[in-house]
């Protein structure tokens, strides 16, 4: 797509893959009939995660006879959110919209959805799933549970059963890319925005091939990413749990006073270990909890990209149009200040290696 082209685009789609070859080839008989019904420029950007099967080849394979297809490879497996970043750091249409190649999601509501933003001004419309009888119930119990305590830590904003399937304007997209977020978790950035936003509601469908790609470490993974990054209520939690722990101790010591008196020692051994006990529990959790948030501030500090572009199949025009995220994650200031200080420690060949190095492919700094 060249860069004329680019400027008139109406939509993008994002579409994060990894492992998905199986899916593929009826993603896209789905996908193109719709986007073609919609009589305007579009481009569907296919985020390849650093796949290990035939994902990039067959990519590579349809964007032969599709040419709004268009494929961004990262490097390396770097995760469902840092590849939905990837898509929106180099979308190019006025609106920008997000699918799984699963299939869960129906591609056909994607035109409802850019026409309820067109029609009511909208910059954020969620796809809301009404209809979850296709999952296990286990992950409807679980997925019900995330919902329930997200919105009472972070607030009625989220809406319930909305996941990644969602249209964005251009101006949600910026100010997104404006966010100097490291761990991101967009089904809660999103409502944070706090842009006029709608709903078009869905039933969920069956997955059309391969496994799912979310196993129970990463929803669980993805549960504490969205509680310790958006509420500070898991240390109100430790601190309640010290306050506990202390009126614990003074009854305790109370007790154990009392049988002390009486002379009846040895049967206060149950009582002391049960104590030891909880008040080791306590601060056995209390250290857990600080360490997540420490854990976020040591990746915040380090500042590294959340992923490396091997291949953007657009070519120069698609680099030239998508501006690195980094760069709008560090103020101008810390950016000024740590130039001159790279400059001096490294080698002038040194720095040329390392940027035809990361420059390889891309034409972006990897973000």
Request: proline share 5%; net charge neutral; with cysteine.
């Amino acid at each position: 797509m060249t860069a004329a082209a680019q400027e008139g685009t109406l939509l993008s789609v994002v579409v994060p893959m990894y492992d998905e070859e199986d899916a593929l080839p009826a993603f896209a008989a789905r996908m193109r009939p719709v986007l073609d019904g919609l009589g305007a420029r579009y481009e569907v950007l296919a985020v390849d995660d650093g796949s290990t099967d035939k994902t990039a080849a067959l990519l590579r394979d349809l964007s032969a006879d599709w040419p709004e297809l268009r494929m961004v490879r990262l490097r390396r497996n770097s995760g469902h959110q840092a590849a939905l970043t990837a898509g929106l750091d180099h979308a190019v249409g006025a609106y920008v919209a997000s699918i799984d190649a699963d299939l869960q999601d129906p591609p056909e509501k994607i035109p409802d959805m850019l026409e309820l933003a067109r029609r009511e001004g909208l910059d954020i419309v969620y796809g809301v799933r009404e209809d979850r009888s296709t999952d296990t119930g286990f992950k409807r119990w679980t997925a019900g549970g995330y919902y329930w305590l997200i919105r009472r830590l972070v607030g009625r904003q989220v809406p319930s059963n909305a996941g990644d399937f969602r249209l964005l304007s251009r101006e949600a997209v910026e100010a997104l890319r404006e966010l100097p977020d490291q761990q991101r978790v967009y089904r809660l950035l999103v409502p944070w925005l706090g842009f006029p936003s709608g709903e078009v509601r869905y039933v969920r469908e069956e997955r059309v091939a391969g496994s799912t790609k979310y196993p129970l470490t990463k929803m669980v993974r993805l549960a504490l990413d969205s509680i310790t990054g958006f509420s500070a209520a898991p240390l109100r939690l430790a601190t309640w749990l010290g306050t506990v722990a202390f009126f614990t101790c003074l009854l305790l010591l109370a007790f154990c006073l009392t049988v002390y008196l009486v002379g009846a020692t040895v049967p206060g051994w149950t009582s002391l270990f049960v104590g030891l006990l909880f008040i080791g529990g306590v601060q056995l959790i209390c250290v857990g909890l600080l360490g997540e948030y420490v854990a976020r501030i040591y990746s915040a500090v380090q500042r590294r990209p959340a992923y490396f572009v091997a291949e953007d199949t657009a070519g120069p025009a698609g680099r030239t149009a998508a501006r690195p995220a980094v760069r709008s994650a560090i103020r101008p200031e810390v950016r000024s200040e740590a130039r001159p200080e790279v400059r001096s420690e490294a080698r002038p060949e040194a720095r040329s290696e390392a940027r035809s190095e990361a420059v390889d492919g891309t034409g972006r700094a990897g973000v």
